[in-house]
């Protein structure tokens, strides 16, 4: 897998396990508010439960499935009327209208959360692009348990969440999967509680005292906990393993490095969750032949399967080594076998292509580089990652010709690796220069790299097609001077 799907899967693991999380659509990502401040119940004016007796979409940029379809996000108002049939809160008429950005179905039941608007009509709470989906009354179980709570005078406050374990194999997909019967306890100054997750991997403290408190959860044998919290989306707002109830100041609402005082709530629900991984870490240092710190380079964490075959093409990570110290570190890695490479195909890369195919600890041929076996729980320190010397940098040059021989100005001139599988970082390396008034070009390769050569000349004409030249394959060493390509072949 790539690094990028690498990311992308922690995303998606976040979107399932922890109660702050991003939504991407196109390029634009959501923070969703409504997962960061209290409980919807106390943040509606209106909540109920009723039957949809009357739909109306707006067609203008959705899809019946409720997807976006334009790249540019435009409000989406949707109409829904409900048969109101138990209230929780808020003057709720028998019949109510609310516009939602989703989609609901007629003759369905729903929890509904809902709020006033500028305007004076009624939206369904976190609506919108970010907006939390609606509620099956069937799904609403912890929703509607919430509302009879409050209903019978209870004082309504929880401490909530999930304990769940990152699972990855090598050779398997990478899901969350839930702890069950791991104890978790809460701390304040004057009380504490204690409490083991469900079947789910889901915990709850209900009707506690109003206080900061400090969470914890046990660590199930053979794995180790991985500490995500807030910090990352409010850096220096949130404090790691903490919850808490009662009067809460409103910092999510707060620009950062405002001076600004932040508001006050009244915060009746809070949560928390616990990932814990058996995953490992990989830690070094890339230096240069002379032991000091080298150019920047891209490493690839190679996987070896049951056969002993490393395979190049099914990477588990890639980084790019810190600039300043040459230090790496893969985290995340299941048990297996590996080899690390940089530059893996032996390619000229778009950077730094001086240096040739290394693999740990510094050797070209695969059969001689080392075996890095990694365990549960590991956390590995490698000897340093010494590269190979620079490969000599080499010449070619030529004339670029018509078919009937003459010189060709402003012709393109291009090399690329000989042999490459497309796509990988081999194929989007772009090496190409102009021809000057008389036809002449020089390019700049390295040694060991396989080379071929090719021109071309875009039609100057409308219809016209694009003129090439044939391809020829260059040598692996020295400069080659007098290359002649003719542009003579339509493409």
Not at 33 to 62: C, I, K, M
Not at 229 to 238: A, I, V
Not at 330 to 358: L, M
């Amino acid at each position: 897998m790539q690094h990028r799907n690498q990311f992308l899967l922690l995303a998606l693991l976040a979107a399932l396990v922890f109660p702050v999380f991003s939504q991407a659509y196109g390029q634009r990502v959501c923070i969703t508010t409504w997962q960061y401040q209290d409980s919807p119940y106390w943040r509606a004016s209106l909540v109920f439960t009723g039957t949809v007796n009357w739909f109306v979409a707006d067609e203008s940029y959705s899809s019946r499935s409720g997807s976006f379809v334009t790249d540019v996000y435009k409000p989406v108002f949707n109409l829904v009327r409900f048969t109101v049939e138990k209230k929780y809160r808020g003057d709720v008429d028998k019949e109510i209208e609310i516009i939602s950005s989703f989609y609901f179905k007629e003759g369905e039941k729903y929890f509904v959360y809902a709020a006033p608007g500028n305007d004076g009509k009624i939206y369904q709470l976190d609506n919108g692009e970010c907006g939390r989906p609606p509620i099956l009354l069937t799904d609403a179980k912890d929703d509607t348990d919430y509302a009879e709570e409050v209903a019978s005078g209870k004082m309504g406050t929880r401490i909530s969440g999930s304990v769940f374990e990152d699972r990855y194999r090598l050779w398997e997909s990478r899901q969350p999967v839930p702890l069950k019967n791991v104890e978790v306890t809460i701390k304040s100054k004057k009380h504490s509680f204690a409490t083991k997750t469900d079947e789910k991997g889901k915990f709850v403290f209900k009707d506690i005292p109003p206080a900061e408190y400090r969470i914890a959860a046990s660590t199930p044998k053979g794995l180790h906990e991985r500490i995500l919290n807030n910090s990352y989306y409010f850096p220096g707002r949130s404090k790691p393993n903490t919850v808490s109830v009662g009067e809460s100041a409103d910092w999510e609402l707060t620009q950062l490095n405002s001076a600004e005082k932040p508001k006050y709530y009244y915060r009746h629900w809070d949560s928390y969750n616990f990932v814990f991984t058996s995953l490992s870490s990989i830690e070094g240092k890339v230096v240069g032949s002379d032991g000091k710190v080298a150019p920047q380079q891209y490493l690839w964490l190679l996987p070896i399967d049951g056969y002993g075959n490393l395979l190049f093409d099914s990477p588990v990570q890639q980084l790019w080594m810190d600039r300043l110290t040459g230090k790496f570190v893969f985290e995340d890695v299941p048990a297996g076998k590996y080899r690390i490479a940089i530059n893996r195909y032996d390619c000229h890369a778009d950077r730094n292509p001086q240096f040739g195919r290394s693999l740990f600890p510094g050797v070209r041929d695969e059969t001689e580089a080392d075996v890095i076996t990694v365990g549960e729980n590991d956390s590995l320190k490698l000897k340093d990652f010494r590269l190979l010397p620079q490969r000599e940098e080499r010449v070619f040059s030529g004339i670029v010709r018509t078919a009937d021989k003459k010189p060709l100005a402003n012709a393109s001139v291009f090399i690329i690796k000989k042999n490459y599988s497309n796509p990988n970082e081999c194929s989007f390396v772009n090496i190409e220069t102009k021809t000057d008034q008389s036809g002449r070009f020089t390019l700049k390769g390295y040694e060991g790299y396989e080379y071929k050569i090719r021109a071309y000349m875009q039609p100057t004409e409308q219809g016209h097609s694009r003129l090439s030249s044939n391809t020829l394959e260059l040598p692996v060493k020295d400069d080659v001077a007098n290359i002649e390509l003719l542009v003579d072949q339509s493409n």
